[in-house]
Nanobody, 125 residues
Framework: QVQLVESGGGLVQTGGSLRLSCATSGRTSSSYAMAWFRQTPGNEREFVAGITRSGSSAYHANSIRGRFTISRDDAKNTLYLQMNSLKPEDTAVYYC??????????????????WGQGTQVTVSS
């Protein structure tokens, strides 16, 4: 079993940048395909970006493509989400997720076995 802990959220102005981190413990992160989701009140969790277990391939949702980049450093057991050119509509709680069963990402939240507690990102206009 793995534990996931996100960090790096906060308040930023439109156009600013943040880097989210997701530290894994319990098992090496290289055992999992991983992803970032986000959620706003009253809405379902939305897929943001995913990366394969090997780190060889990644996928970014249309809404953030070209602005956000997912990456992983398995030597540090850490997943990252670099967020640039932030917009007010990016305001959400961001969660990292890990899939033990699948080697690649999935847009479906129920494909992931483990979740972090979330980190709040607020973009002011």
């Amino acid at each position: 079993q793995v534990q996931l802990v996100e960090s790096g959220g906060g308040l930023v102005q439109t156009g600013g940048s943040l880097r989210l981190s997701c530290a894994t413990s319990g098992r090496t992160s290289s055992s999992y395909a991983m992803a970032w989701f986000r959620q706003t009140p009253g809405n379902e969790r939305e897929f943001v970006a995913g990366i394969t277990r090997s780190g060889s391939s990644a996928y970014h949702a249309n809404s953030i493509r070209g602005r956000f980049t997912i990456s992983r450093d398995d030597a540090k057991n850490t997943l990252y989400l670099q967020m640039n050119s932030l917009k007010p509509e990016d305001t959400a709680v961001y969660y990292c997720a890990a899939s033990e069963k699948y080697a690649s990402w999935s847009l479906q939240a129920d494909r992931y076995d483990y979740w972090g507690q979330g980190t709040q990102v607020t973009v002011s206009s």
